[in-house]
């Protein structure tokens, strides 16, 4: 999907009043229609473009959660599938931010950001189930961590729930990042209660409003993927921590609707992570990243060539010539984007609180090799 990670924009939900078990704040969200009030600590952030499939079974598991004290900000990315009017009539209690066209999974956040009145801000993709305690989960990290500016959820296959889609993010030396533990069993893994990581994926993460206040919230020109990177580094440099709530959990149906290599998402993610190495990577390792790139194209066309892992899906998408056309504009503009990326890297300058051997040394800490990258599990 193109909305939250997967889809460019967002999805949908059902019910036709207010939840009878919403706390007092809420309820006043609730019949103020989403207007703004003292009293919530976490804003959910949902982005939907054209997702009505997905959103009901998203907001009935939010419906249930065990925390109350929280509202859901639902930013429509110009959907015409009838995802506005089924919010309007059927959860009325959603705080609903129309916009008139996709704005992208980054600038829908931002604009969710605007509305929200949180000290935590929980961005969701519209294609997940939460568990109940998924929030109280979440916030107790938090609040039990203020050194920390982001937790992660424990994000896992909706359809097969013991396989791990997400502990957080690792990343690649050319800046190339997947899921860690990814087709991993859940169930084999001995993990404490909080573990730290790199940063969490905006799947399903808890960023605190003082870190996004001191360093930004997602970057637009990213539009989609890879913007969580950018984010997740900006805030380590910044010296935050990020931890893993290990029993938030998250069932998330992964690349239902964006196809593993659609040539947009194929472009998207290779002039997306040059970006996330000319903001954040260290001045060394942003020399090495052209090697590492000549690196992963080789070990991406051994497996075109076996048909396997990723290899395998490339060659079964029916658009070859298409997707390697994308990754030739996605390294073009990257290219020509340089210029713009190295002067966002100079103005956060001011916010850095590690110097480049103490990044150097986080990013070897979470690195993923090639192969993990582009294996399926």
Known sequence: MLTSKDDIGGTVGSQTSPPQNLSAVALAKVEGEGQGGDGVKVSVIIVNWNGLRHLP??????????????????VDNGSTDGSLEYLRESHPWVRLVPLPENTGFAGGNNAGLEQAQGEYVVTLNNDTIVLPDFLQELIAVADAHPDAGMV????????????IDSLGIA???????????????????????????????????????????????????????????????????AGWKALLARDAVVYH??????????????????????????????????????????????TQFMLVFGGKGAGGE????????????????????????????LKQRAALKPVRRLDAKEMRRLLTRYRMRFDELLNNG
């Not at 249930?64 to 929280?70: L, P, T, V």
């Not at 899921?179 to 001995?190: D, I, L, N, T």
């Not at 730290?196 to 605190?208: G, H, T, V």
């Not at 984010?231 to 380590?236: D, I, P």
Request: aromatic share 12%.
């Open 57 to 74: 079974e998203c907001l009935e598991s939010l419906e249930k959660q065990s925390y109350r004290e929280f509202e859901v900000i639902v």
């Open 152 to 163: 992660a959820a424990r994000i896992c296959n909706n359809f097969e729930r013991d396989t």
């Open 171 to 237: 990343i690649c030396p050319d800046a190339m990042s997947r899921g860690a533990g990814r087709g991993r069993r859940f169930s084999e893994q001995k993990l404490d209660r909080v573990e730290e990581i790199l940063f969490p994926s905006a799947c399903a993460a808890l960023y605190r409003r003082k870190m996004l206040d001191e360093i930004g919230f997602f970057d637009e020109t990213f539009f989609a993927y890879c913007e969580d990177s950018d984010l997740g580094l900006r805030g380590r440099f």
């Open 253 to 298: 149906k992964y690349s239902m609707t964006s196809g593993a290599f659609s040539p947009l998402k194929l472009y998207l993610v290779e002039r997306n992570h040059y970006f996330v190495a000319l903001k954040n990577f260290p001045a060394g390792m942003l020399l090495a990243v052209p090697c590492f790139t000549l690196m992963r194209y080789f």
């Open 314 to 341: 490339f060659l079964s998408s029916g658009s070859r010539r298409e997707c390697v056309l994308a990754l030739a504009r996605g390294m073009r503009d990257a290219i020509l984007a340089t210029p713009a990326c």
